[in-house]
């Protein structure tokens, strides 16, 4: 079965460093997400991705986070300065449609920790 | 805002029996619901959803009923297995958001053999 790739699968960083997490989502499928989870805590929409531009974020998303289809096969989310409370585990998931019945497919994560 | 809410965190079973995972939500426009499994060290995959057409979905062991009025639906695994013991996860979705999902907490599900 087709599966999404996220790497690295575990990733340390410095408070105030960048980090770019990076997908590959499922071939043929044209929308892309990320969401989080921060430990202990339920799984949180980032972002939507669809024909090369953020369709809906969250508040979560502000301007230190940005997403990227560089090459038409990866997906990354980078953060540019990094926070404490940026650590958590981040998901990328990827669909083949928008519609409202399409089940998301997700990567297995990027365990964050921001020190 | 916790508009999905799983107020279980951890759940245990035997083997064989029944496992009831619940799920609350606050908002109306919910329209679309699946639930997630996820094992450690993997990402949430897909169990079995339901939209709010619908009051009871049956995919094998897995059985999810909603109850609208309630803002209420529920996993069914009959009967539950060793393989079973996974975090469990409700998603919530509006046709307004698109694929926008709202996750609950999840819920620990541990099946004793």
């Known amino acids: 079965e087709p599966e999404v790739t996220q790497t690295p699968s575990h990733q340390v960083t410095q408070m105030g460093q960048e980090v770019i997490l990076r997908c590959v989502p499922i071939?043929?499928?044209?929308?892309f997400y990320w969401y989080r989870q921060i430990l202990g805590q339920k799984v949180e929409f980032l972002v939507s991705f669809y024909n090369n531009e953020i369709s809906e974020k969250s508040e979560i998303f502000d301007d230190q986070f940005s997403v990227e289809r560089p090459d038409g096969s990866n997906f990354t989310l980078k953060i540019r300065s990094t926070k404490l409370e940026d650590s958590a585990m981040y998901f990328c998931a990827s669909g083949s449609t928008r519609q409202i019945n399409e089940k998301l497919f997700f990567g297995s994560g990027t365990q964050l920790s921001v020190l | 805002d916790q508009q999905v809410k799983q107020n279980s965190p951890s759940l245990s079973v035997q083997e064989g029996r029944i496992s009831i995972l619940n799920c609350d939500y606050t908002?109306?426009?919910?329209?679309?619901f699946l639930w997630y499994k996820k094992y450690p060290a993997e990402g949430p995959t897909f169990l079995i959803s339901i939209s709010s057409i619908k009051d009871k979905n049956e995919d094998g062991r897995f059985t999810v009923f909603l109850n609208k009025s309630a803002k209420h639906l529920s996993l069914h695994i009959v009967p539950s297995q060793p393989g079973d013991s996974a975090v469990y996860f409700c998603a919530a979705s509006a046709t307004n958001t698109g694929n926008q999902f709202y996750f609950g907490t999840g819920t620990s599900l541990t099946v004793i053999p």
């Open positions: 908002n109306s426009m919910f329209d679309y």
């Open positions: 071939s043929n499928h044209l929308y």
